[in-house]
């Protein structure tokens, strides 16, 4: 199993509606979790980090973790064209509990239709 | 806001060249790292360093790579000897602490001819 996993896409909605990307991740990683968006030829930018169980909501973005079943999810409300790009899962692998790197899935395309 | 400044943006340079990536990470971090991502595929973990030293480094980071921070605020990655799959987005980025949020920098698109 790869460390950290997302469908590639793309993954296509219109303008307003809600847009949800998953990722799941292995035992390798640790209980740090981000969301990053990149735009074509651009530097990954933080939407989101989450540590604990549950949900963690930031204006229209909503991130859900589930440790038990390695799951970490990005909700996107009321979805605009400017939010079309590639959506990045990472989570943090260290030693000692340390995070020292971020592992990164290969990243869904968002595709927000007008 | 504070950020993570890079130069140069862009790099050209011949095979076996060196090359020196320069990075000014955000003031108050401790943390910084050095990530690439190769044209359409996925950003990579090259290089971890904290308290002037490397904490952790990817299989990727062999003896062509090297990390200094040479003075108060900058952090460079030399490549000594580049080779054509060196060819990918380099950027850098700062964490406060360990396990905290990385902030990227804009990234330095390096080419290998």
């Known amino acids: 199993q790869k460390e950290v996993e997302q469908n590639s896409g793309p993954l296509s909605v219109p303008e307003g509606a809600i847009a949800s990307l998953n990722c799941t991740y292995s035992?390798?990683?640790?209980?740090?979790f981000f969301w990053y968006r990149q735009y074509s030829g651009k530097s990954p930018e933080l939407i989101m980090s989450?540590?604990?169980?549950g949900d963690k909501e930031d204006g229209r973005f909503t991130a859900q973790l589930n440790k038990a079943s390695q799951y970490v999810s990005l909700l996107i409300r009321d979805s605009q064209p400017s939010d079309s790009a590639t959506y990045l899962c990472a989570g943090g692998l260290g030693r000692g509990g340390a995070t020292n790197k971020l592992i990164f899935g290969t990243g869904t395309l968002l595709a927000v239709q007008p | 806001e504070p950020e993570v400044t890079q130069t140069p943006s862009h790099q050209v340079t011949q095979m076996g060249q060196e090359v020196i990536l320069r990075c000014v990470p955000i003031?108050?971090?401790?943390?910084f790292y050095w990530y690439r991502q190769i044209l359409g595929q996925k950003v990579e973990f090259l290089v971890s360093f904290y308290n002037n030293e490397i904490s952790e480094k990817s299989e990727i980071f062999d003896d062509q790579f090297s990390v200094e921070r040479p003075d108060g605020s900058n952090f460079t990655l030399k490549i000594r000897s580049t080779k054509l799959e060196d060819s990918a987005m380099y950027f850098c980025?700062?964490?406060?602490?360990?396990?905290?949020?990385?902030?990227f920098g804009p990234g330095t698109r390096l080419l290998v001819l």
């Open positions: 035992d390798r990683v640790s209980q740090s």
């Open positions: 989450i540590y604990s169980n």
């Open positions: 003031s108050n971090h401790l943390y």
């Open positions: 980025a700062s964490s406060e602490g360990a396990g905290m949020t990385q902030y």
